[in-house]
Protein backbone atom coordinates (compact mmCIF):
# COMPACT_ATOMS: atom_id res chain seq x y z
CA UNK A 1 0.00 0.00 0.00
CA UNK A 2 1.35 3.70 -0.82
CA UNK A 3 2.04 5.46 1.76
CA UNK A 4 1.08 9.09 2.15
CA UNK A 5 3.12 11.70 2.50
CA UNK A 6 2.57 13.64 5.65
CA UNK A 7 3.13 17.03 6.17
CA UNK A 8 5.17 16.84 9.50
CA UNK A 9 6.24 20.52 9.81
CA UNK A 10 2.26 21.43 9.55
CA UNK A 11 1.63 18.72 11.75
CA UNK A 12 4.19 19.83 14.52
CA UNK A 13 2.22 23.36 13.79
CA UNK A 14 -1.14 22.46 14.41
CA UNK A 15 0.10 20.61 17.88
CA UNK A 16 1.32 23.87 19.04
CA UNK A 17 -1.43 25.90 18.17
CA UNK A 18 -4.16 23.89 19.50
CA UNK A 19 -2.43 23.60 23.09
CA UNK A 20 -2.15 27.54 23.29
CA UNK A 21 -5.32 28.16 21.03
CA UNK A 22 -2.86 30.78 20.06
CA UNK A 23 -0.55 31.34 16.89
CA UNK A 24 1.83 33.95 19.10
CA UNK A 25 2.04 31.64 21.58
CA UNK A 26 2.89 28.58 19.55
CA UNK A 27 5.48 30.72 17.39
CA UNK A 28 7.02 31.66 20.55
CA UNK A 29 7.55 27.74 21.21
CA UNK A 30 8.51 26.98 17.47
CA UNK A 31 10.69 29.80 17.32
CA UNK A 32 9.05 31.48 14.09
CA UNK A 33 6.31 34.56 13.67
CA UNK A 34 2.88 34.42 14.49
CA UNK A 35 2.36 35.15 10.25
CA UNK A 36 4.67 31.72 9.69
CA UNK A 37 2.26 29.69 11.84
CA UNK A 38 -0.66 31.10 10.11
CA UNK A 39 1.09 29.99 6.77
CA UNK A 40 1.43 26.21 8.09
CA UNK A 41 -2.07 26.15 8.98
CA UNK A 42 -3.42 27.37 6.27
CA UNK A 43 -1.72 24.93 4.11
CA UNK A 44 -2.04 21.96 6.56
CA UNK A 45 -5.82 22.68 5.69
CA UNK A 46 -5.51 23.26 2.01
CA UNK A 47 -3.88 19.36 2.32
CA UNK A 48 -6.39 18.26 4.04
CA UNK A 49 -9.10 19.66 2.86
CA UNK A 50 -10.49 20.39 5.91
CA UNK A 51 -10.83 23.51 8.35
CA UNK A 52 -8.64 23.31 11.60
CA UNK A 53 -9.25 26.81 13.09
CA UNK A 54 -11.75 29.09 13.64
CA UNK A 55 -11.52 32.82 15.61
CA UNK A 56 -14.59 33.74 17.59
CA UNK A 57 -15.37 36.68 19.70
CA UNK A 58 -13.32 34.85 22.94
CA UNK A 59 -10.56 33.54 20.40
CA UNK A 60 -9.26 31.18 18.50
CA UNK A 61 -10.65 27.56 18.56
CA UNK A 62 -10.57 24.03 16.94
CA UNK A 63 -13.31 23.35 14.71
CA UNK A 64 -15.07 19.18 15.86
CA UNK A 65 -12.20 18.64 12.42
CA UNK A 66 -9.08 19.36 13.94
CA UNK A 67 -9.79 18.15 17.28
CA UNK A 68 -11.05 14.73 15.96
CA UNK A 69 -7.10 13.99 14.90
CA UNK A 70 -5.02 15.65 17.79
CA UNK A 71 -5.16 12.64 20.36
CA UNK A 72 -3.79 10.71 17.49
CA UNK A 73 -1.28 13.00 16.37
CA UNK A 74 0.20 13.34 19.74
CA UNK A 75 0.80 9.82 20.28
CA UNK A 76 2.35 9.78 16.81
CA UNK A 77 4.70 11.85 17.77
CA UNK A 78 5.58 10.44 21.08
CA UNK A 79 6.57 7.61 18.75
CA UNK A 80 8.40 9.52 16.65
CA UNK A 81 10.50 10.40 19.89
CA UNK A 82 10.72 7.07 20.81
CA UNK A 83 12.28 6.11 17.48
CA UNK A 84 14.65 9.06 17.32
CA UNK A 85 15.99 7.80 21.12
CA UNK A 86 15.87 4.12 19.70
CA UNK A 87 18.24 5.51 16.83
CA UNK A 88 20.20 6.98 18.71
CA UNK A 89 21.23 4.65 21.33
CA UNK A 90 24.17 3.39 19.78
CA UNK A 91 25.60 6.94 20.74
CA UNK A 92 25.14 5.93 24.38
CA UNK A 93 26.92 2.64 23.30
CA UNK A 94 30.70 1.72 24.96
CA UNK A 95 31.72 -0.43 22.21
CA UNK A 96 33.63 0.53 19.05
CA UNK A 97 34.36 -1.78 16.38
CA UNK A 98 37.67 -0.15 14.51
CA UNK A 99 39.28 -1.63 11.24
CA UNK A 100 42.73 -1.42 11.15
CA UNK A 101 46.02 -2.99 9.19
CA UNK A 102 47.55 -5.58 11.38
CA UNK A 103 50.66 -3.82 11.39
CA UNK A 104 49.62 -0.65 13.18
CA UNK A 105 46.81 -2.56 15.43
CA UNK A 106 50.53 -4.70 16.66
CA UNK A 107 52.25 -1.61 16.82
CA UNK A 108 50.54 1.51 17.75
CA UNK A 109 46.79 1.13 18.09
CA UNK A 110 46.28 -1.59 20.44
CA UNK A 111 48.86 -0.27 23.31
CA UNK A 112 46.49 3.04 23.09
CA UNK A 113 43.70 1.44 22.86
CA UNK A 114 44.47 -0.42 25.68
CA UNK A 115 45.79 2.86 27.81
CA UNK A 116 42.06 4.23 26.50
CA UNK A 117 39.99 1.57 27.92
CA UNK A 118 41.53 2.03 31.42
CA UNK A 119 39.62 5.54 31.41
CA UNK A 120 36.55 3.50 31.69
CA UNK A 121 35.75 0.18 32.45
CA UNK A 122 32.40 0.14 30.46
CA UNK A 123 34.88 0.65 27.25
CA UNK A 124 35.16 -2.14 24.75
CA UNK A 125 36.91 -2.75 21.41
CA UNK A 126 36.41 -5.05 18.35
CA UNK A 127 39.24 -4.25 15.84
CA UNK A 128 39.15 -6.34 12.43
CA UNK A 129 41.59 -6.38 9.13
CA UNK A 130 41.46 -2.92 7.18
CA UNK A 131 40.00 -4.60 3.98
CA UNK A 132 40.03 -2.01 0.68
CA UNK A 133 37.67 -1.02 -0.21
CA UNK A 134 36.17 -0.33 3.52
CA UNK A 135 32.05 -0.85 3.79
CA UNK A 136 31.27 1.03 7.04
CA UNK A 137 27.96 -0.34 7.15
CA UNK A 138 28.59 -3.87 6.46
CA UNK A 139 30.96 -4.26 8.94
CA UNK A 140 29.08 -2.22 11.33
CA UNK A 141 32.45 0.16 11.92
CA UNK A 142 32.37 3.08 14.01
CA UNK A 143 36.23 3.76 12.87
CA UNK A 144 38.85 2.74 10.77
CA UNK A 145 42.62 3.68 10.64
CA UNK A 146 43.45 3.54 6.54
CA UNK A 147 47.17 3.66 5.01
CA UNK A 148 47.05 6.46 2.36
CA UNK A 149 47.68 9.72 0.89
CA UNK A 150 43.97 11.08 1.75
CA UNK A 151 41.24 10.49 3.75
CA UNK A 152 38.97 9.73 0.32
CA UNK A 153 35.42 11.13 0.35
CA UNK A 154 35.41 9.87 4.32
CA UNK A 155 36.01 12.47 7.35
CA UNK A 156 39.24 12.46 9.09
CA UNK A 157 42.59 13.46 10.71
CA UNK A 158 46.25 12.19 9.34
CA UNK A 159 47.65 10.71 12.29
CA UNK A 160 50.86 13.05 12.52
CA UNK A 161 53.12 13.15 9.68
CA UNK A 162 53.99 10.64 6.72
CA UNK A 163 57.62 10.23 7.47
CA UNK A 164 58.89 6.97 7.51
CA UNK A 165 62.46 6.02 8.71
CA UNK A 166 65.36 2.71 7.94
CA UNK A 167 65.17 0.45 10.61
CA UNK A 168 67.25 -2.11 11.15
CA UNK A 169 69.55 -4.00 14.01
CA UNK A 170 73.10 -2.30 14.23
CA UNK A 171 74.63 -5.02 12.70
CA UNK A 172 72.17 -6.07 10.51
CA UNK A 173 72.84 -6.80 6.79
CA UNK A 174 72.68 -3.73 4.00
CA UNK A 175 69.57 -5.56 2.29
CA UNK A 176 65.84 -4.39 2.10
CA UNK A 177 62.66 -5.39 3.95
CA UNK A 178 59.63 -4.36 1.76
CA UNK A 179 56.24 -4.43 2.23
CA UNK A 180 52.98 -3.46 -0.14
CA UNK A 181 53.01 0.39 0.47
CA UNK A 182 57.03 1.00 1.48
CA UNK A 183 58.83 3.79 -0.68
CA UNK A 184 61.43 2.00 -3.40
CA UNK A 185 64.73 0.85 -1.42
CA UNK A 186 67.40 1.77 -2.70
CA UNK A 187 68.85 -1.46 -1.28
CA UNK A 188 68.52 -4.95 -2.52
CA UNK A 189 65.62 -7.01 -1.67
CA UNK A 190 66.12 -9.86 0.66
CA UNK A 191 62.63 -10.34 2.09
CA UNK A 192 59.28 -8.90 0.77
CA UNK A 193 56.24 -9.27 3.47
CA UNK A 194 52.44 -8.57 4.05
CA UNK A 195 52.56 -5.26 5.98
CA UNK A 196 54.59 -2.78 8.05
CA UNK A 197 54.39 -4.26 11.32
CA UNK A 198 55.58 -7.69 9.53
CA UNK A 199 58.29 -5.89 8.05
CA UNK A 200 59.46 -4.65 11.70
CA UNK A 201 59.54 -7.95 13.14
CA UNK A 202 61.10 -9.18 10.12
CA UNK A 203 64.16 -6.08 10.77
CA UNK A 204 64.10 -7.07 14.67
CA UNK A 205 64.91 -10.60 13.14
CA UNK A 206 68.10 -9.63 12.18
CA UNK A 207 66.94 -10.05 7.85
CA UNK A 208 67.89 -6.36 7.42
CA UNK A 209 66.33 -3.44 7.28
CA UNK A 210 62.72 -2.18 6.74
CA UNK A 211 61.80 1.27 5.77
CA UNK A 212 58.25 1.75 7.44
CA UNK A 213 56.22 4.64 9.43
CA UNK A 214 57.81 6.46 11.82
CA UNK A 215 54.81 5.96 14.02
CA UNK A 216 54.63 2.00 13.74
CA UNK A 217 58.65 2.29 14.48
CA UNK A 218 58.61 4.48 17.36
CA UNK A 219 57.74 1.91 20.59
CA UNK A 220 60.47 -0.07 18.54
CA UNK A 221 63.28 2.62 18.42
CA UNK A 222 62.63 4.00 21.58
CA UNK A 223 62.97 0.47 23.47
CA UNK A 224 66.62 0.01 21.45
CA UNK A 225 64.94 -3.00 19.97
CA UNK A 226 65.99 -1.53 16.71
CA UNK A 227 68.21 1.27 14.97
CA UNK A 228 67.14 4.08 13.09
CA UNK A 229 69.29 4.56 10.23
CA UNK A 230 67.59 8.25 9.02
CA UNK A 231 64.55 9.49 8.06
CA UNK A 232 62.61 9.71 4.81
CA UNK A 233 59.85 12.16 3.47
CA UNK A 234 56.73 9.95 1.90
CA UNK A 235 53.70 10.56 0.45
CA UNK A 236 51.22 8.23 2.41
CA UNK A 237 50.72 7.84 5.60
CA UNK A 238 47.77 6.73 8.43
CA UNK A 239 44.63 8.24 8.75
CA UNK A 240 41.66 7.81 11.45
CA UNK A 241 38.75 7.55 9.12
CA UNK A 242 34.95 7.45 9.21
CA UNK A 243 31.69 8.83 7.41
CA UNK A 244 30.13 11.41 8.23
CA UNK A 245 27.41 9.97 10.49
CA UNK A 246 29.90 7.62 12.17
CA UNK A 247 32.44 11.04 12.66
CA UNK A 248 30.18 13.10 14.67
CA UNK A 249 29.20 10.22 17.22
CA UNK A 250 30.18 11.43 20.85
CA UNK A 251 31.97 7.91 21.43
CA UNK A 252 33.74 8.23 17.80
CA UNK A 253 35.10 12.15 18.66
CA UNK A 254 35.96 10.76 22.14
CA UNK A 255 38.53 8.27 20.76
CA UNK A 256 39.48 10.23 17.82
CA UNK A 257 40.57 12.88 20.68
CA UNK A 258 41.92 10.16 23.01
CA UNK A 259 44.23 8.69 19.93
CA UNK A 260 45.12 12.25 18.37
CA UNK A 261 46.10 13.85 21.50
Not at 40 to 57: K, P, S
Amino acid sequence: MKRTLLPLNGLRVLDAAARHLSFTRAADELAVTPAAVGQQIRALEDTLGVVLFRRTAKGLELTPEGERGLDALRQGFLEFEEAVRAMQAGQSSKTLTIAAPRGITAKWLGPRLAAYGKSDPELSFTIIPADVPLDFTEANLDLAVCFGASKGSNEGVALGDFRHVLVGLPDSPEAAITWPGAPSPSLPVVLSVGDAGLALDAAAAGFGRAIVPALVAEAEIEAGRLTSFGNIEAERGYWLIAPVPQWRQKKVKALVAALTA
